[in-house]
């Protein structure tokens, strides 16, 4: 298996290059955004870190489910700052020995509300 981790700020277009790339090369897309926002919806009673952990967990498990499948390439999206996820990410990478390819996308916000 091999990751594709897309990187970066809000808005910075993560998701529609996500979407795009796998479309392009047959991917799956693991957004982990998403998967936030899913834990919020079932579990309303969560704080930021609880979401957050779920959202992890999920994303972990997922990529478990995909390298069992023998998916070849699998695509993470995610926020730039999710210090946590991305140590989780390596610790599944290094435990399953996947090659991984990082993308960091960053958005001239002066220019963004120009």
């Known amino acids: 298996m091999e990751l594709i981790i897309i990187r970066g700020n809000a808005f910075s277009g993560k998701s529609r290059l996500a979407d795009r790339l796998g479309e392009v090369i047959h991917a799956k897309v693991l957004h982990v955004d998403y998967l936030k926002t899913s834990a919020r919806k079932n579990n309303p009673l969560l704080d930021i870190a609880g979401i957050c952990s779920s959202a992890y967990s999920t994303s972990t498990a997922k990529l478990k ?26 610790d599944f990478i290094d435990e399953n020995k996947i090659k991984v390819r990082w993308i960091l996308l960053s958005v001239d916000l002066d220019e963004l509300y120009k």
Do not use: F, N, P, Q
């Not at 998916?71 to 991305?86: F, N, Q, R, T």
């Open 65 to 90: 489910e995909y390298l069992t499948a023998g998916e070849e390439i699998v695509i993470v999206e995610e926020l730039g700052k999710d210090k946590e996820l991305i140590d989780k990410l390596r």
